[in-house]
């Protein structure tokens, strides 16, 4: 089955431990995303890639790290996480060529930092 | 820059219609719709570049207006199954590191009633 697959769904840890939310898409995509989403606020874009070794910020990067070394994976790390992380987060892929497909979504990973 | 949705919520009967609007203060190169019900990952409805080109969801009309930057999405006949919050999202310049660089507006809540 087509999907993007991120780990884990829930997620509570304390302020400044190093923490890691896998993504992995099977479709061969090109382009992958990473977004929270928080109330009132819609969806924002942390981190954005277009291929391997390409990445680029999105609207909110401050406290966030992405890589991304092969094509299925795009994992997001936060190295020091604070409260204000707290949120829902999305992680999504779409074929490329310049946008003309959608993107699908993993099925989200709600974080806690206490 | 957010893109700017209206209305914020939308209460419909079922078989009525909506339009929910989308505006950016940038020139936009496409135009995504995405809806997402409640506990659930976004889910791709519709693109719409500024070409013209559209792809998406067969029961799902949209329109861009290149002179506003502006896209609507027309619901008609609404069923129960189309509730749920709607999001824009738009990608605003053309080609090199740009595209895959999408930014949500704030949502749309549509329930329809029975």
């Known amino acids: 089955e087509a999907q993007v697959t991120q780990n884990p769904r829930y997620l509570i840890t304390v302020t400044g431990k190093k923490l890691t939310v896998t993504c992995s898409q099977n479709?061969?995509?090109?382009?992958m995303s990473w977004y929270r989403q928080d109330p009132g606020l819609g969806l924002r874009q942390i981190y954005y890639?277009?291929?391997?070794?390409?990445?680029d910020k999105g609207d909110v990067p401050e406290g966030y790290k992405v890589s991304r070394k092969e094509k299925r994976n795009f994992p997001l790390i936060l190295e020091s996480p604070s409260p204000n992380q707290t949120s829902l987060y999305f992680c999504?892929?779409?074929?490329?060529?310049?946008?003309?497909?959608?993107?699908?979504f993993g099925s989200g990973t709600r974080l806690t930092v206490v | 820059q957010q893109p700017v949705q209206s209305p914020q919520a939308v209460i419909l009967r079922e078989g009525e219609d909506a339009v929910i609007n989308c505006s950016s203060s940038?020139?936009?190169?496409?135009v995504h719709w995405y809806r997402q019900k409640h506990g659930e990952a976004p889910v791709f409805l519709m693109i719409?570049?500024?070409?013209?080109e559209q792809k998406g969801h067969e029961k799902i009309s949209a329109s861009f207006n290149k002179k506003k930057q502006q896209s609507s999405l027309y619901l008609t006949a609404s069923q129960l199954s189309y509730s749920g919050t709607y999001f824009c999202?738009?990608?605003?310049?053309?080609?090199?590191?740009?595209?895959?660089?999408?930014?949500f507006g704030q949502g749309t809540i549509l329930t329809v009633h029975p």
């Open positions: 940038k020139a936009l190169y496409s």
């Open positions: 999202g738009t990608e605003s310049h053309g080609g090199g590191t740009s595209y895959g660089k999408l930014t």
């Open positions: 479709m061969n995509h090109e382009y």
């Open positions: 890639s277009m291929n391997v070794e390409v990445t």
């Open positions: 719409l570049l500024k070409g013209g």
């Open positions: 999504a892929s779409s074929p490329g060529e310049g946008g003309y497909y959608g993107y699908t």
